[in-house]
């Protein structure tokens, strides 16, 4: 019994000055500066989104330009994803070395250089050189990001301002869906002559150079991380930046981050694993099968086939383009919701619900396209009352996926793991989102060639509803609690 009781009052002095240093941070934040440096890292977010989202449009105009089939088609769209999966796998390790900011700024660059060479590619090998390399960007910031993000918030508004991240993505799918479609609007389509007589599906792509300028632009203004200075041992430009964001707590901000590093190394990849075993921890399993739920859901599949998958469902370009800005536009919408939530109710429920959410809306469009008709070109063709319950039930799963999945994955990537391995763990478990992405992207071509929508999104439906008990097995719940204590 004294045994226990001696147990207990050791628990409660650990856990006293964290929970003093909280209350002390909460009150003196600087909750305008906070959501500037986090905005800005989120533009990375903005761009990863836009990058994304700017393929949608272009597919069918590729096609054409460089005479692609389905095959090719599919690597044209997913020759990103594989640089996307090498550029998550490096960044981490990458920013544990040489800090956060440097590694954005290079991103930037990266961005604006395959913005640029992917608008100029007269071939398909030339395009995917430059879509790899933006892969690279964009696997990097949907690393750094949340890394950077959960770093520098305050535990009471880490969970809302992690949330940016994802706000930032859709934001960027959204402004490629209406950039794409003002273009192709203007034009008359994709692979006709825009300004200056150059097709427009180049300049859906040169757009993303402007985000990418002002990403730049902005990581010259914000700080270091300051838990990655503490890392590095210097203590005096942590506490330069932590006055900023909570003045008055840094010295005991930064004695409680030395003593969760709790060795006297820098972060490596070597911390993944379990102390003497080859074993990798369980927690990063869990990062990674939460990385690959999401993409196997087949969210990326509305976002990167979206004009694709309307015509084939029986729709024409204009109204296909039309429905990627609604769907861009509820995703948007939905982020709201989980931002207000999930600092109220937690991580683990709003996962819950959205895989319940998204199993059932996808179960009805495998229904709907399962049972539809062929018009005469063998096209999938929908009643008019199918149609609109197949859109309906389409942005019901963008509301119940942007509500959960979209958001809150990336949240509990940011802040699940502790200090030594954080970095390398996001990075081990983007890398795995994004292989799941490139499986995800090269494949549906090839269903909906020999499947059908139907059963392309019978798959999808599964996966959701195998989230739905994994979540309840295995996710733990982090609301609430700082950084430290993970």
């Given amino acids: 019994m004294a045994e226990h009781n001696n147990k207990n009052n050791s628990t409660q002095d650990s856990v006293a000055p964290a929970a003093q240093i909280a209350a002390a941070e909460e009150q003196a934040v600087s909750v305008a500066y906070v959501i500037f440096i986090s905005a800005v890292a989120a533009i990375g977010g903005f761009l990863f989104g836009f990058d994304s989202g ?19 088609t599919g690597f044209n769209v997913a020759s990103v994803l594989l640089g996307c999966a090498l550029g998550a796998l490096l960044a981490g390790p990458i920013a544990d070395k040489v800090g956060r900011k440097p590694v954005m700024i290079i991103t930037a660059i990266i961005f604006a250089v395959s913005a640029f060479g992917s608008g100029i590619a007269e071939s398909s090998p030339e395009f995917i050189f430059y879509r790899l390399l933006g892969g690279l960007g964009v696997g990097a910031a949907s690393v750094l990001a949340p890394a950077y993000i959960s770093e520098v918030a305050p535990a009471s508004l880490r969970g809302r ?150 015509q084939a469902a029986g729709f024409d370009e204009s ?29 683990k429920p709003l996962l819950l619900i959205g895989s319940t959410g998204m199993a059932i809306m996808l179960s009805i469009l495998t229904y709907l396209f399962s049972t539809a008709g062929l018009d005469e070109a063998g096209k999938l063709a929908l009643t008019d ?76 439906a599964s996966s959701a509803l195998i989230s739905l008990f994994f979540v309840h097995r295995y996710v733990k719940e982090t609301r609430g609690r700082r950084l430290e204590e993970m």
């Fill in 54 to 72: 700017v393929i949608n449009g272009t597919v069918g105009a590729l096609e054409k330009a460089f005479n692609a089939n389905d095959v090719a």
């Fill in 161 to 310: 301002l992690a949330t940016l991240q994802q706000m930032a993505i859709v934001l960027g799918l959204f402004a490629a869906f209406l950039s794409n479609f003002t273009i192709a609007s203007y034009t008359g389509g994709a692979s006709e002559a825009g300004w200056l007589g150059i097709d427009s599906w180049r300049w859906m792509f040169w757009m993303e150079i402007i985000p990418a300028t002002l990403f730049f632009i902005g990581v010259l203004l914000i700080p270091e991380s300051p838990r990655f200075l503490v890392a590095q041992g210097e203590d005096n430009k942590a506490k330069g930046v932590f006055e900023r964001i909570a003045p008055g707590v840094a010295t005991a901000q930064i004695d409680e981050i030395k003593r969760s590093l709790k060795s006297d190394h820098k972060p490596a990849l070597r911390d993944l694993f379990i102390e003497g075993s080859r074993k990798i921890h369980p927690i990063i399993w869990v990062g990674v099968a939460l990385s690959v739920f999401q993409q196997f859901v087949g969210i990326n599949v509305v976002f990167y086939y979206g004009a694709e998958l309307w």
């Fill in 319 to 347: 109204q296909s383009l039309f429905i990627n800005v609604l769907g861009g536009v509820t995703n948007v919408a939905s982020t709201f919701i989980a931002i207000a939530l999930i600092d109220k109710i937690g991580r």
């Fill in 385 to 460: 009352a199918n149609g609109t319950f197949a859109l309906v039930a389409a942005n019901l799963y963008i509301v119940f996926f942007g509500m959960s999945w979209g958001p809150v994955v990336w949240v509990l990537l940011g802040e699940m793991f502790n200090n030594r391995i954080r970095g390398a763990a996001l990075a081990l478990a983007a890398s795995a989102q994004w292989l799941a992405n490139f499986l995800v992207t090269m494949t549906f071509p090839i269903l909906l060639t020999q499947t059908g929508l139907g059963g392309a999104y019978g798959l999808y």
